[in-house]
T-cell receptor, first 114, second 113 residues
Framework: DAGVIQSPRHEVTEMGQEVTLRCKPI?????LFWYRQTMMRGLELLIY????????DSGMPEDRFSAKMPNASFSTLKIQPSEPRDSAVYFC????????????FGSGTRLTVV | GENVEQHPSTLSVQEGDSAVIKCTYS??????FPWYKQELGKGPQLIID?????GEKKDQRIAVTLNKTAKHFSLHITETQPEDSAVYFC????????????FGTGTQLKVEL
């Protein structure tokens, strides 16, 4: 298995632009998570899905952030409009029901908003 | 919600020595405790986990101990090697399925030659 695949690896954008991050979970995993990692706040859970349905989005910082999972093999995290404080590494992770083996993380997308 | 504290934030050891990282949590209902290793430029990778019905688990040079009464658990790395240098995160899940993890703040481990 290729693992959790995220794209792009790096994204540099200007303030006010729309940014879309993409994730392909491991086939057969029922849960998908979006995390944000910064030096100041560590790893923060933004939102997670179970069987493509959003379960908990309480970590989404504000309305500028939205996430979708149209099918079991694809999810997006969108920021519109982007701001410099959104600069961080965004990780996608997936897991099986009952968490056997825990989460598998992707390699992350490093977002820089200038 | 769950509160996870991790100590120390940085740890430097000599190659061959042991390293211990500790985490405490607040929710007594928590029942799944994984540890992750994050190397530079990569996502966190699961290295070992323990469930609340077990007090200790070992995998080669890595072990985790759990004290549910005191609500703390620890990662032990023996015979450290330079490739053990990384950031280590503890995490806690209350659902039992590993389906919603709260992470500690991380420990930067440096193994010196």
């Amino acid at each position: 298995d290729a693992g959790v695949i995220q794209s792009p690896r790096h994204e540099v954008t200007e303030m006010g632009q729309e940014v879309t991050l993409r994730c392909k979970p491991i086939s057969g995993h029922d849960y998908l998570f979006w995390y944000r990692q910064t030096m100041m706040r560590g790893l923060e859970l933004l939102i997670y899905f179970n069987n493509n349905v959003p379960i908990d989005d309480s970590g989404m910082p504000e309305d500028r952030f939205s996430a979708k999972m149209p099918n079991a093999s694809f999810s997006t995290l969108k920021i519109q409009p982007s701001e410099p404080r959104d600069s961080a590494v965004y990780f996608c992770a997936s897991s099986l029901v009952r968490g056997r083996g825990g989460y598998t993380f992707g390699s992350g997308t490093r977002l820089t908003v200038v | 919600g769950e509160n996870v504290e991790q100590h120390p934030s940085t740890l430097s050891v000599q190659e061959g020595d042991s390293a211990v990282i500790k985490c405490t949590y607040s929710d007594s209902a928590s029942n799944y405790f994984p540890w992750y290793k994050q190397e530079l430029g990569k996502g966190p990778q699961l290295i070992i986990d323990i469930r609340s019905n077990v007090g200790e688990k070992k995998d080669q040079r890595i072990a985790v101990t759990l004290n549910k009464t005191a609500k703390h658990f620890s990662l032990h790395i023996t015979e450290t090697q330079p490739e053990d240098s990384a950031v280590y995160f503890c995490a806690v899940d209350v659902t039992g399925g590993g389906n919603k993890l709260t992470f500690g703040t991380g420990t930067q481990l440096k193994v010196e030659l």
